[in-house]
């Protein structure tokens, strides 16, 4: 298990010198972030982030996340060319050190909740998703914004992609997908990079946008489609786990067995009646998910991947960016650690 953590560049305010002082701590998730979707990522800017994290001691190893063009993931003849870019991403990435790289197949929308300040009675604040909320929540109407979305959409373009994805059945998503993954997976065999995709988070479909990668038939699917290697999960726990029929560790121990997990994020959720859930501590204790077993799952198969804390809750006075500050961040990869130590060598 090779311990990670996100960071989001020199402006995130958890620097990289704060990181490197977790304990047992191998390297950093991160991305190029001023690049517009679909378009390659300059040579630079990549070797640039990896002098940064290099520089401060830290391994640059994964990617999160190389994101996918709405074209591609609907399918449209313009996809052509966001593909060949995608590849060439991919080759300049692993030609830079990268082993790994996230992505995501979520229609519009990445990660959803529908408050990002929840209060808890210790005082902390968490990342919640109430089914209620979002009933009344419309993306179209309003100023609606929420870390996981893609701000630069002008309302008109919402609306068009909102329309464009209303003609498309999860059928073609699949087809979609299995595209995608047959242009690119072999450029990422070639480059010894593993592709991991992250599942819907939640995995339900959202403001009637399809999504697919949501429970134990569909990452059967998925895998189904490639027998190599590189094709992988980024298991996250927490995203799979907002779902009650989802049976974490036993997905965990299936997919690990498998070697098909290359990546995976520990969090906890607190599994609340009718479909809402918040985020909770890492600790067992404070959510629904037993994270002894996930962690016992990962260690019995040797997993040698990447691994990071995902949201922290805010804690002892920190703001910053929802779900990614410093200390209860810490305390998880901390937790894990502890966890996997006691498991044995
Ligand atoms: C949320 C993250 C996601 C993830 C992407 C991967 O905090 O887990 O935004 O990075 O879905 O493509």
Redesign the pocket.
């Known amino acids: 298990m090779k311990l990670s953590f996100?960071w989001y560049g020199p402006d995130d305010p958890v620097t990289l010198q704060k990181i490197r002082q977790i304990p047992n701590m191998h390297g950093i998730v991160s991305a190029v972030y001023d690049v517009p979707v679909g378009e390659v990522w300059p040579e630079s800017s990549i070797l640039t982030l990896k002098k940064q994290i290099e520089d401060a001691g830290l391994a640059f190893e994964v990617i999160?996340?190389?994101?996918?063009h709405e074209d591609i993931k609907l399918g449209r003849p313009s996809r052509d060319r966001y593909i060949e870019n995608y590849k060439e991403t991919i080759r300049r990435l692993a030609k830079a050190g990268i082993k790994c790289i996230?992505?995501?197949f979520?229609p519009v929308f990445?990660?959803t909740r529908t408050q990002l300040d929840h209060q808890l009675p210790d005082g902390s604040t968490d990342l919640v998703y109430y089914a209620d909320q979002l009933a009344k929540m419309d993306p179209l109407k309003g100023e609606l914004s929420l870390?996981?979305w893609d701000s630069s959409y002008r309302k008109e373009d919402l609306r068009a992609l909102f329309d464009a994805y209303s003609q498309i059945t999860k059928e073609d998503l699949w087809q979609n997908l299995a595209h995608f993954l047959g242009e690119i997976l072999p450029v990422a065999a070639a480059c010894d990079v593993n592709m991991a995709?992250?599942?819907?988070?939640p995995p339900i479909d959202i403001f009637g946008l399809p999504r697919i990668i949501t429970d134990e038939q569909n990452l059967d699917r998925l895998l189904a489609l490639s027998d190599d290697p590189h094709h992988g999960l980024?298991f996250?726990t927490?995203?799979l786990g907002s779902s009650p029929k989802n049976d974490i560790p036993a997905m965990v121990r299936k997919y690990a067995a498998m070697g098909r997990i290359h990546f995976v994020?520990l969090?906890n959720v607190k599994l609340l009646p009718g479909g809402s859930f918040e985020e909770s501590a890492h600790f067992s204790g404070c959510g629904s998910l037993d994270m002894v077993a996930i962690v016992r799952a990962l260690h019995d198969n040797h997993f040698d991947g990447y691994l990071r804390p995902?949201?922290g809750r805010m804690i002892w006075g920190e703001t910053g960016k929802p779900?990614?500050g410093l200390y209860d961040r810490a305390l998880g990869a901390s937790y894990i650690t502890g966890i996997w130590e006691a498991l044995g060598a």
């Open positions: 996100r999160e996340s190389v994101p996918v996230t992505y995501n979520m990445d990660w870390p996981g995709i992250h599942p819907d988070d980024c996250c927490g995203s994020h969090r995902d949201h779900g990614y």
